[in-house]
Structure formats: C-alpha cells, structure tokens
C-alpha cells in the first residue's frame, strides 16, 4: 500500500537518518537527566501512607525473583536503590522513588512487592494481591505500568491476572521479558511473539520489549521510554 502517511516510519527517506541519530541522543540526554536524581520516598504498607500528590507515577510489577530490584537498579545506574535479594518475597511494602532533582521531582518510579513467592502463607499472598490491585485499580495519577515476566517462564497465573488488571483498568502496560540474556536471539524473537499472541485476546494497550540488566542497550532504550511517557 502506498497511501501511509509520510511521516510513518516505513517511508522515511534514508537521507533522514542523521536527523534520527540527533533525536535518539536527544533523546538519552532527556532521559539521562531524568534518571540523574534518583531518590527513594517512602515505603507504603497501606493506601493511606502514599504520598497525597499528583506526580505522574509508573509502577513496576512482577514475580519475586523476576529481576525487578536488579532492573530498577540498572535504570537508575545504583547499586542499592531497590534491594536485590536472593531470598525472594522479602519486600512487602509499596517503595515511592522520586525522579529529578530534590524539591522538583518530575515523576515518580513506583516498586510493588513481589508475588507469587511459594514459602509465604496464603493469608499474606492475598493481602500483597489486594493491595497491588487496590493500587492499579484506584491510584489516579499512575501513568503506566511495567509489569517483568523472567523470559524463560513467562505468563504464570498471577503475571495474567496483572495483565486483566492492567486491562481492566485502561492501564497502559509495558511488558519486559528479564533476563534474555539467558537466551540466543532467535529464542528471545520467539518467546516475544508468544506473548505477544497471549495478549492480543485483552484489550488495552500492551507492549513487549526483551530486557537484560547485561544489555547496555535494552536498559537505556527503557530509560529513554520512560522518559518519553513522561513528556
Ligand atoms: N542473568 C540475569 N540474571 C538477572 C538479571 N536480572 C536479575 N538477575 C538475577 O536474578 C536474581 C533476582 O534478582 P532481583 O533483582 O533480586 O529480583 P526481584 O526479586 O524481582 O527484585 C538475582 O540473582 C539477580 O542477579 C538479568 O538481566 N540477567
Ligand atoms: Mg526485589
């Protein structure tokens, strides 16, 4: 078909090219900015200890043991922002981080507690459901939400039902598959469109993008991502 309009990305002339590598280091410049001051807030154990602002918010979800402190870390280039544990389940609270300078923060990164961790009791596992939900469902002014699948075992029970969540709520979800560097290319392609098939059934707005804290690239495309979202 000839008729996509001229600016789509299939008809870009190529003499555009330069113009693309100034945005794109734009681009990391913007987003570098954002992530320079990184600095946590405040740990929530119930709705009424979040922070009473309207700060634009983006949220990351998934399995305990997913990857999730680790990828945190990565994109806001800290070692210790988010703990990284070998013991799983250990967070229980909801972690506020401000983004951007001390007393102008542009936005807020937002750490949910990790499910699905075999050796809590039940009563505990429903609690931590309760509140995320409550959270997705209720929280006005979270923009997205990041939800980190491990890549070798996507799509548990609890990863779908953030996704109806997310879709119940009209909330716009980036879906990372962590730890691709366990995989060669081709896998990675595979398990992507997988996924990709698996949420095609919910509507809403879904993406998927591999992630590894190892990729230099997938952590600054991310960074750079959350930084468009946010403009
Ligand atoms: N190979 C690989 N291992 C990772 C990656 N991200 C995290 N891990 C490891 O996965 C384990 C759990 O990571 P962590 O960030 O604590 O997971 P969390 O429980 O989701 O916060 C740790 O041993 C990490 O070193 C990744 O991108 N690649
Ligand atoms: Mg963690």
Redesign the pocket.
């Known amino acids: 078909m000839n008729d996509a309009p001229k600016n789509s990305p299939n008809t870009k002339p190529k003499t555009d090219q330069s113009d693309d590598q100034g945005a794109d280091k734009n681009a990391n410049r913007s987003a570098d900015q954002l992530f320079q001051h990184v600095d946590f807030l405040l740990g929530a154990a119930a709705a009424h200890q979040f922070p009473d602002d309207q700060l634009p918010e983006i949220a990351f979800a ?1 399995r ?8 945190l870390n990565a994109l806001c280039r800290r070692r210790k922002l ?1 703990r ?3 013991v ?1 389940g250990r967070t229980q609270e909801i972690n506020f981080f401000n983004l951007g300078a001390a007393g102008e923060p542009k936005a807020r990164l937002v750490d949910l507690p ?1 499910y699905g961790f075999a050796q809590v009791p039940l009563s505990v596992k429903e609690k931590w459901q309760k509140n995320i939900h409550h959270y997705l469902s209720k929280r006005s002014n979270l923009l997205i939400l990041v939800l980190l699948m491990d890549i070798r075992h996507p799509l548990t029970d609890l990863d779908k039902q953030m996704l109806d969540w997310a879709s119940e709520s009209n909330l716009p979800t980036q879906i990372l598959l ?2 691709s ?2 995989f060669k290319r081709g896998k990675i392609k595979q398990v992507c469109a997988q996924v990709e098939t698996e949420i095609e059934r919910l509507p809403g707005q879904f993406a998927v993008e591999p ?4 990729n230099v690239e997938a952590v600054s495309l991310i960074r750079r991502q959350i930084a468009e979202w946010l403009t």
């Open positions: 998934g305990s043991n997913v990857g999730k402190s680790s990828a988010a990284t544990s070998k799983p990790g962590t730890k560097d366990k992630f590894s804290v190892h």
